[in-house]
């Protein structure tokens, strides 16, 4: 599996303040950016997995709700967040 409880938490100690913060907008946007990245490399080779599909599209719109979310709340915290996971609108 490529999500492991290891990977997790380095993610969350890299982007919340600690491992165990992991309800932070940075550490679920981060989280969520890695899931995304794997369900995409997934559907190159998997044209026709819809329900894979289905699934990155959720992801890219809850991604996208906690990016708006922080903009409107901390614009500082949510440019940091865009250049260290460089995504781009």
Do not use: P
């Not at 996208?64 to 865009?82: E, G, H, N, Q």
Request: glycine share 4%; no cysteine; charged share 35%.
């Amino acid at each position: 599996m490529y999500l492991t409880s290891k990977v997790k938490k380095d993610i969350f100690k890299k982007h919340g303040e600690n491992e165990k913060n992991t309800g932070s907008s940075e550490s679920q946007i981060a989280l969520f950016t890695l899931r995304i990245d794997h369900l995409t490399e997934h559907l190159k080779s998997n044209k026709k997995d819809f329900g894979t599909q289905r699934a990155l599209l959720n992801l890219v719109g809850k991604r996208r709700a906690l990016l708006d979310y922080l903009k409107r709340t901390d614009l500082m915290r949510y440019r940091a967040i865009i250049k260290t996971l460089d995504i781009r609108k």
